[in-house]
């Protein structure tokens, strides 16, 4: 029988990010701001149909900033809606510019 105490291999050896807790924030919070752009992350890269080469994700205190440019207004808030959806985000500021078009 497993004492479950102790960790398995597996458990130790899981790449999951680590459990945002009351507890983690106020040992590290700027840890809790890594993974909580970490999140955002996966979740944008996860998303095919947006484009984010000129994306920029800056938390910090659990809020977040988006810089840089999207394809379009739409690409834009869905990118706000992306960072709000992580949960432990308080509030975003879309400072995100829409691309001009090329012909």
Known sequence: ????KLRTE???LS????ALTARTRAMNPSNHDVVLQS??????????????????VVVRN????LFGTAADEGQ????????LS???ILQVTNRLRVAPATH
Do not use: C, F, K, Y
């Open 86 to 88: 992580v949960s432990g």
């Open 1 to 4: 029988m497993r004492d479950p």
């Open 10 to 12: 597996d458990e130790t």
């Open 62 to 65: 659990r809020s977040v900033t």
């Open 39 to 56: 999140r955002i992350w996966e979740h944008v890269r996860s998303t095919r149909e947006l484009d984010a080469s000129n994306l920029s």
């Open 15 to 18: 790449l999951e990010l680590p």
């Open 76 to 83: 834009r808030a869905q990118l706000e809606r992306i960072a």
